[in-house]
């Protein structure tokens, strides 16, 4: 069973039930602002926590890093042990106690989660193409893989990384 995927199942089913048990009193409160990034959402996260998420980050981008030669000199086994890798995760699965995973499922947003367990279906895809030794469909799952990383980043991570942040208007005060 992989857990992050069992992570982003459990908080989507807590979320629906939330919606579901508000929708009794009053309309269902939109899960993020409208229009708005949820720039901060890992900012209610515990340093601890915090500290974990990026070290898995920082072990993604060295897993992607590791890719690309792999990926340009047919390199399958390489490529198929990367992809179970990023698959089953680096530092959030192996080292998250019970306390601190459900800590996670009550402070990420649903959309992050659903991104996050796109993600590792995407790596799925990586490995079954590097299994039937797909050059095409290789390349196919690496730039999906950097959607993937851009498209959160863009959505989530505008604090880390300012340059995805819309132009600020030109009469901020
Ligand atoms: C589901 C969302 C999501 C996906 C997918 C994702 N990231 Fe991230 N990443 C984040 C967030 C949110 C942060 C900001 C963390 C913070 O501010 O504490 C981040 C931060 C980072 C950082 C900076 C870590 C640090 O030390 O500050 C790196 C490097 C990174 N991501 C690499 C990647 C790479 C490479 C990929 C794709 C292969 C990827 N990420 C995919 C959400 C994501």
Redesign the pocket.
């Known amino acids: 069973m992989k857990l992050r995927s069992v992570v982003a199942a459990t908080l989507l089913v807590a979320a629906v039930a939330t919606a579901q048990g508000s929708h009794e009193h009053h309309p269902p409160a939109p899960q993020e602002p409208m229009g708005s990034a949820p720039v901060g959402?890992?900012a209610a996260l515990p340093p601890e926590l915090?500290e974990l998420?990026?070290l898995e980050?920082?072990a993604?981008?060295g897993?992607?890093l590791e890719l690309l030669p792999a990926v340009i000199a047919g390199d399958w086994g390489t490529i198929g042990r990367i992809a179970g890798e990023?698959r089953s995760g680096f530092v959030l699965s192996r080292r998250l106690t019970e306390a601190q995973r459900e800590e996670l499922h009550r402070v990420l947003p649903p959309s992050?989660l659903e991104?996050?367990g796109d993600?590792h279906r995407l790596a799925d895809g990586l490995e079954a193409a590097a299994r039937g030794r797909s050059p095409e469909l290789t390349s196919f799952y690496v730039y999906r893989?950097?959607e993937?990383?851009v498209?959160?980043?863009s959505r989530?991570?505008q604090?880390?990384?300012p340059a995805f942040a819309p132009p600020a208007p030109a009469h901020a005060h």
């Open positions: 959402a890992l915090r998420f990026r980050m920082a993604l981008q897993a992607m990023i992050f991104r996050d993600f893989l950097v993937g990383c498209g959160c980043h989530f991570a604090e880390r990384f």
